[in-house]
């Protein structure tokens, strides 16, 4: 929590700049809470919290979740994920004196930064575009579906180098990835629309899957296992058909929440469908570290 320039030095503005500002936003929260008697009033300093905030952190805030949103000690430890604090890596052994030559400067461990990003693990959260209602991701039967619950989502890893999103969970196999697939079946409800209907489901290393729906080729290509992360966090398909110009994920809320299985609808402008905004719920994938 910091002041703007143009500010009292006693209003609290967080702007989500970096790790620094998020704990003294923390610690200014506290102070204030303290000296107003409210320091164990939870509803008194989450709404303290939620004026409080501008630029990228109220953009941040108000995509959480209601459950994070209401709960300050879980507002404190997203905060604290969302802008954590930027720290010089520990230097290593002393070296020699002597230069090491390219080739065995490759081969030290301070060399690969990047296998310490890939070995971060994420929930992927829901963030319903239309709706305040947040969730995040479990596998129903190998298909990838909503849940409330956070004990029951999965985690994953993304390899930037081949884009693929892995499932850490311990009871899913070493190499279980995250693609979509293009279906052949017609749903009834859905035979009206054009475009295709797609599917979120499990792989294993080999591409295999088990679900149950048939898998067809678009433009040469049946299913799309790349994933790129954007600034935001937010998941995105790598589409590698020509034929794909548009994905869109939802939900088919006609069905039961614990029934129901990430869809995506694809080649279509969901600006001049006729499905119904009631029934389709259109989200994006984001996510969020564990």
């Known amino acids: 929590m910091s002041a703007h320039p143009s500010s009292s030095n006693s209003e609290l503005i967080f702007y989500g700049t970096d790790g620094i500002e998020a704990e003294e936003f923390i610690r200014s929260v506290k102070k204030a809470a303290r000296a107003a008697s409210k320091l164990r009033d939870n509803d ?5 919290v939620s004026v409080a905030l501008a630029g990228d952190a109220l953009r941040w805030y108000i995509d959480l979740d209601e459950e994070t949103q209401s709960d300050w000690v879980r507002l404190q430890r997203a905060i604290v994920r969302q802008y954590p604090r930027k ?25 690969a930064p990047v296998a310490t990003v890939t070995e971060k693990r994420f929930y992927i959260r829901i963030a319903f575009r239309h709706r305040t209602r947040s969730a995040y991701v479990t596998i129903r039967d190998g ?39 293009y279906s ?23 591409g295999a899957t088990q679900v149950t729906s048939p898998i067809v080729s678009l433009d040469g290509v049946s299913s799309l296992s790349s994933w790129k992360v954007k600034n935001d966090c937010v998941l995105q398909l790598n589409s590698q058909a020509s034929a794909v110009r548009t994905i ?43």
């Open 44 to 48: 008194w300093i989450v709404d303290e």
């Open 87 to 111: 720290v010089a890596p520990i230097p290593g052994p002393s070296e020699p004196a002597t230069i090491p030559t390219p080739a065995a400067a490759i081969s030290h461990p301070l060399a």
């Open 143 to 181: 298909y990838l579906a909503p849940t409330s619950s956070r004990s029951e989502a999965i985690q994953v890893r993304h390899d930037p180098e081949t884009e693929r999103l892995f499932v850490t969970n311990k009871n899913y196999t070493n190499g279980t990835s995250i693609a979509l697939s």
């Open 184 to 206: 052949s079946r017609s749903l009834k409800s859905w035979k009206l629309f054009a475009g295709c209907v797609a599917w979120l489901h499990t792989i294993d290393e080999s």
């Open 248 to 290: 869109d994920l939802f939900v088919d809320s006609d069905i039961a929440e614990t029934k129901q299985v990430i869809l995506a609808f694809l080649n279509y402008p969901i600006s001049q469908s006729n499905i119904s905004p009631q029934r389709m719920e259109l989200l994006n994938l984001k996510l969020e570290e564990v």
